[in-house]
């Protein structure tokens, strides 16, 4: 007896596509749709291009799904559309990219009210950081436009997603000129301003933590970028001017604010930290973190940095003796109060790094202000007894 076999292995997603009245629900509903998308199957990309499914895509990511819905299915369908939107295929790309409309429909997830959906936000984001990629002219160009869009990234700022969106704003373009016109668009936004502005005693501890993240990221892209582009003529406007003297005055004070918030100071702590990032010591003032060939201005701690952090040696010492009140802390090995707390603990790894620096007059300082003996002396290292 023969059996006879067909090896042509038909997608049930194409069977469903010969139907007239199919729709998009009932496709996002088989489980291979994200494959066959991805394959590039050519009818299910053509349904997916119409107007009205790029719209229900759209509306998926920015939109809440239904209170009373079940939990285990409310986001599912925001999930896939996401996924679909994502899948990098040129003629949706191409299609998303073009069509201000569909560009303002996703944009509008921006003009909600804080705390935004962190799921939604993180479907947002990942949407439009691969538009930014595919289609950085046009999306860039789009969101200059809109007078309002570094306003609603610093208003949302505390949902880490919209914070990923600004990274990969820096990240995603890589044609030098277009991302030079990007770094000084923000620039001349203030983006590095109102960054600081946040971390502040009165603003929320999740936006302490994200601006921080941000400035950070922004000093290590930047320096990278120099190391990478080694002919590049601009400087990047972003890292000039945090290391400006009157913005890390501005992070300083924040620091030594009358309300002592170990959020804000630990979070401002971290930004300084990441400005005096080295590799090797060289010459007192100076530190080399570039390989042979490459200009001193590029890769080097900015003097006015370590002039400014200099001036406010004494109340860095003051916070090393009077953080933040802490909470009694009970261990195993007995009762902490106060236990040292972020805030030594950061105070600490700055000095650490000043020392590194090998600048005399800061040296200098911290010997006459004994900063280190109030170290050694109060948090000593393990198997010592703890003076009084």
């Not at 007078?147 to 820096?170: E, N, Q, Y």
């Amino acid at each position: 007896m023969f059996w006879k076999f067909d090896l042509h292995s038909s997608s049930h997603i194409d069977t469903l596509l010969e139907r007239e009245d199919v729709t998009l629900k009932e496709l996002m509903d088989e489980e291979d749709v994200l494959q066959e998308c991805k394959a590039q199957n050519r009818k299910l990309i053509e349904f997916l291009l119409k107007a009205e499914c790029l719209e229900d895509l759209v509306s998926f990511i920015i939109e809440e799904p239904p209170q009373d819905m079940d939990e285990k299915i409310r986001y599912k369908y925001p999930n896939i559309s996401c996924e679909l939107l994502t899948s990098d295929v040129s003629q949706m790309n191409d299609r998303l990219g073009e069509d201000e409309s569909l560009l303002m429909r996703l944009y509008s997830f921006l003009l909600n009210d804080s705390p935004l959906n962190p799921l939604l936000a993180s479907f947002f984001s990942k949407v439009l950081s691969i538009l930014i990629s595919r289609k950085p002219e046009q999306i860039v160009d789009f969101l200059k436009k809109k007078r309002d869009f570094v306003d609603l990234i610093i208003k949302h700022i505390g949902t880490s997603a919209i914070m990923d969106l600004l990274l990969r704003l820096l990240t995603c373009i890589e044609p030098p000129q277009p991302r030079q016109d990007v770094l000084n668009w923000l620039n001349e936004e203030q983006i590095i301003q109102r960054l600081v502005e946040i971390v502040h005693p009165s603003q929320e501890e999740d936006r302490h933590s994200n601006a921080s993240q941000s400035l950070c990221e922004i000093v290590r892209l930047s320096r990278d970028q120099m190391l990478q582009i080694q002919n590049s003529t601009e400087p990047d406007p972003l890292l000039a001017t945090l290391e400006k003297q009157e913005i890390i005055e501005q992070l300083l004070s924040n620091i030594f604010h009358k309300e002592k918030n170990e959020s804000a100071i630990v979070s401002a702590i971290q930004i300084l930290l990441t400005l005096l990032e080295t590799r090797r010591p060289t010459f007192e003032g100076h530190i080399e973190i570039c390989p042979p060939g490459m200009s001193h201005s590029a890769c080097s701690v900015n003097k006015s940095v370590l002039e400014a952090i200099r001036g406010r040696l004494g109340s860095f010492h003051e916070l090393l003796l009077e953080p933040p009140k802490k909470s009694v802390m009970k261990t195993t090995w007995g009762v902490l109060d106060p236990p040292v707390g972020n805030t030594r603990l950061n105070v600490i790894r700055l000095i650490s790094s000043l020392l590194q620096t090998n600048t005399s007059s800061i040296n200098e300082d911290l010997m006459e202000l004994n900063s280190i003996g109030v170290i050694l002396v109060r948090f000593p290292p393990k198997g010592h007894l703890i003076c009084p």
